[in-house]
Structures are given as structure tokens and as C-alpha cells.
């Protein structure tokens, strides 16, 4: 049996994501679909589906996943590059994110983080040594990371770079990496970041927006002036679920990279608050689930959790910084929370990893 809290913590934000979605969207699924709960049915099929795949991964060994971490990356490299060819990907809002499949969208990069972490923890095991003292062992797995985020900003996908790097460079530091190579890197790295947001006039425009958004509330600060109005009407205990204001198209992306702004509208400071703690103790959890693998002499199962740890600290952090303000505005999912079928696919997928990860340690299994 998997383990009870953890599975619970994630099913519970699966829910808050099934309301609040239900209710964000609405309005919009009404004028766009001429159906209210467009989004909504949607929703339920990829959780049908994100629900079926983790059952799918809780009962594959980890030993497959070690040893084929790096097919996982090179698929996932192959659908980065795909999803750039003119006539192949999708284009919305000027970024080119997006694989159509009939009905429904696969976006690449939820399937690069994941990857991204499989890979990385195998490779750790593998190469340990390496990582920890040579420069070599350090600057391979950065090689691979370089293609990665240069792909995702081609697209371009900041929000994506910034995860999927942030939880790479995690991972090595905590897998034990010399602190001068990694400040090198590091800093390398930051610089890199620097001039790629100094590039592109709109990320210019986004970053001073952030500081000032209600300095042109009309235009580039209309999300953050929006959101931050959401927040304000929540007042401690909400306006009521279904009774949001700030969705009736006054919030552009209600149901996806702000829906945290209308659950705290609706729900107020307490639903906000509560929905941080779920995220607090599934994250906390998820560490100590990598604490006791490295313990149970498990390296690949501890990097692997440490990684999933990363990914849904930072999206949640990024998601929910940038609805209150404390962030600049970029386009990221809120883990188990936003609408999006491969993002939830993607999470629920993680976590029946950490699950799977937990029961090997709880049982003792050894690698053969």
C-alpha cells in the first residue's frame, strides 16, 4: 500500500484544483464553448488519465527507471525540438509551446522536467564520484542542461528554463558537487539568465511592470493590477466560491497560471493559507521520503525525490509569487492545482514515484 498521507496531500490539492477550475472558468467556457462546464469535463478526463499513469509508474521497478533515464531525455529533447518545426507545434500568444493530438495538447516541456530529474538521478548514481570531485563529472550533466533550457527558450518557455535549471543545479548541490564548481557554474549561469531577460523588450517591460504595476494599470501591469484586486476582495474568509468578480474576463488565464488569484478571492486568506500548507507538507514530506531512501542506501530514489521536491517547490513558489505580486508575471502551472492536462499528468506522475520510492524504502527492497 502507498503511503496514506502523502497520497492524500496530493488527492487533496487535486480537488482544490477541481474547484477552483470549475469555477474560474465558467464564464469563459460559456462564451467560448456555449458549455459552462467545458473546462471542467476536460479537467476530469485528464485526471482519469493522470491517475491511470501514476497507477501505471507506482508499480514499475525503479530500477527501469534508473536504467532508462536517459531514453526519458531523449524523448524528451526529440518533443523539444518537434514542437519548434513550423506546421508541427502550436503557436499561442507568440510562444510555440504546444503539440496538437486531435483534441486535445501535449506540451513538451512538463514531460522535460520530469526527464530532466529521472535522468539526472541516474546519472548521479553512476557517475558519484565524478560529480563530486571533477570538473568533468560536474560540466557533463550542464551540457545537457544547456540543450534543454535552450530549447525551452526558443519557444520561448522562461518559466519552464527557470524550473527545470533551478532543479538541475538542486539536485548536483545536493548530490555533494565541489561549492567552487558550482558557484562557477552557478554564477555562469545567472549571468546567462541576466541577458536573456535584458534580450527581449517584453521581458524588460514585465520586470519593471512588476515593481509598478499600478503605474500603467491598462497595459503591462493588467494581470498583476488584476490579481492583486483579487486578493483584496478575499479579505480574510472569500466572497464565496462561485462568486468571483475577477473572473468575468477581468483576469486573463483564470483557470490556468492564475488561478490561485480567484481561489483566494473566493476563499479569502484562510483558503489561501490552507492551500500553502498542503503544498508545505507534501514538499516536506517528499524530502523526508528522500531523506530515508539516501539513508536505506538508495541514492537513485533519494535524487529522484530531492528532484520532484525542487520542481513543486519552485512552480508553486513562481505560480503563487507571481499572482500576489512578489515576482514578475511568467506563464506557470500551479502543481496539481492549474488547468492543464500534461502538467497534471506530469505531477501525479512524480508522485507515484516518490510513492513507489517510499514503499522500496518501507520494505527494504534492495538494488539487484
Given at each position: 500500500?502507498?503511503d496514506?498521507g502523502?497520497l492524500m ?14 469555477s474560474a472558468?465558467?464564464?469563459y ?21 493522470a ?5 501505471v ?5 525503479l530500477?527501469?527507471w534508473?536504467?532508462?533515464g536517459?531514453v ?10 518537434l514542437?519548434l ?5 502550436r ?8 503539440l ?6 501535449l506540451?513538451p516541456?512538463?514531460f ?7 535522468y539526472?538521478a541516474?546519472?548521479?548514481v553512476?557517475?558519484?564520484h565524478?560529480?563530486?570531485y571533477e570538473?568533468?563529472g560536474?560540466?557533463?550533466p550542464?551540457?545537457?542542461?544547456f ?12 518559466g ?17 558537487v565541489?561549492i567552487?564548481?558550482f ?13 536573456l531577460?535584458v ?16 503605474a500603467?494599470p491598462?497595459d503591462?501591469?493588467?494581470?498583476l493590477t488584476?490579481s ?7 479579505e480574510?474568509f472569500?466572497?464565496?466560491l ?6 468575468l ?6 483557470h ?9 478571492e473566493e476563499?479569502?486568506?484562510?483558503g489561501?493559507?490552507a492551500v500553502?500548507?498542503?503544498y ?8 523526508w ?6 539513508l536505506?542506501?538508495q ?7 530531492y ?18 505580486g512578489?515576482l514578475?508575471t511568467?506563464?506557470?502551472?500551479l ?10 499528468i506530469?505531477c501525479?506522475v ?7 520510492i ?10 539487484k
Amino acid at each position: 500500500m502507498p503511503d496514506t498521507g502523502l497520497l492524500m496531500l496530493g488527492v487533496a490539492l487535486m480537488l482544490v484544483g477541481l474547484v477552483a477550475i470549475s469555477s474560474a472558468s465558467i464564464e469563459y467556457a460559456d462564451i467560448n464553448y456555449s458549455s459552462t462546464w467545458f473546462h471542467t469535463v476536460r479537467h476530469l478526463i485528464y485526471m482519469g488519465v493522470a491517475l491511470g499513469a501514476a497507477i501505471v509508474v507506482y508499480r514499475i521497478p525503479l530500477e527501469f527507471w534508473e536504467q532508462t533515464g536517459w531514453v526519458w531525455l531523449f524523448i524528451a529533447l526529440a518533443l523539444l525540438i518537434l514542437v519548434l518545426i513550423p506546421g508541427v507545434g502550436r503557436e499561442v500568444n507568440g510562444s510555440q509551446r504546444w503539440l496538437p493530438l486531435g483534441p486535445f495538447t501535449l506540451q513538451p516541456s512538463e514531460f522535460a522536467k520530469l526527464a530532466m530529474v529521472v535522468y539526472l538521478a541516474g546519472y548521479m548514481v553512476r557517475r558519484e564520484h565524478e560529480v563530486r570531485y571533477e570538473w568533468q563529472g560536474f560540466l557533463k550533466p550542464m551540457a545537457v542542461l544547456f540543450a534543454a533550457t535552450l530549447l525551452l527558450m526558443v519557444e520561448p518557455d522562461f518559466g519552464a528554463t527557470v524550473i527545470v535549471a533551478g532543479s538541475a543545479f538542486g539536485m548536483l548541490f545536493l548530490a555533494g558537487v565541489k561549492i567552487v564548481h558550482f558557484m562557477v557554474v552557478g554564477a555562469g549561469a545567472l549571468g546567462a539568465l541576466l541577458v536573456l531577460v535584458v534580450s527581449e523588450p517584453y521581458r524588460v517591460k514585465r520586470l519593471t511592470a512588476y515593481t509598478d504595476p499600478w503605474a500603467d494599470p491598462y497595459d503591462t501591469g493588467f494581470q498583476l493590477t488584476q490579481s492583486l484586486i483579487a486578493f483584496g476582495r478575499g479579505e480574510w474568509f472569500g466572497v464565496g466560491l462561485g462568486n468571483s468578480v475577477q473572473k468575468l474576463f477581468y483576469l486573463p488565464e483564470a483557470h490556468t497560471d492564475f488561478v490561485f488569484s480567484i481561489w483566494a478571492e473566493e476563499t479569502g486568506f484562510v483558503g489561501a493559507l490552507a492551500v500553502i500548507l498542503l503544498y508545505i507538507a507534501l514538499i516536506g514530506r517528499i524530502l523526508w521520503v528522500g531523506r530515508a531512501a539516501q539513508l536505506a542506501a538508495q541514492p537513485f530514489g533519494a535524487y529522484v525525490c530531492y528532484g520532484v521536491a525542487l520542481v513543486f517547490s519552485g512552480q508553486a513558489f513562481v505560480n503563487m509569487g507571481v499572482s500576489s505580486g512578489l515576482l514578475p508575471t511568467k506563464g506557470l502551472t500551479l502543481p496539481f492545482v492549474s488547468y492543464g492536462g500534461t502538467s497534471l499528468i506530469v505531477c501525479c506522475v512524480m508522485l507515484a514515484l516518490v510513492l513507489r520510492i517510499e514503499n522500496s524504502v518501507r520494505h527494504g527492497e534492495v538494488k539487484k
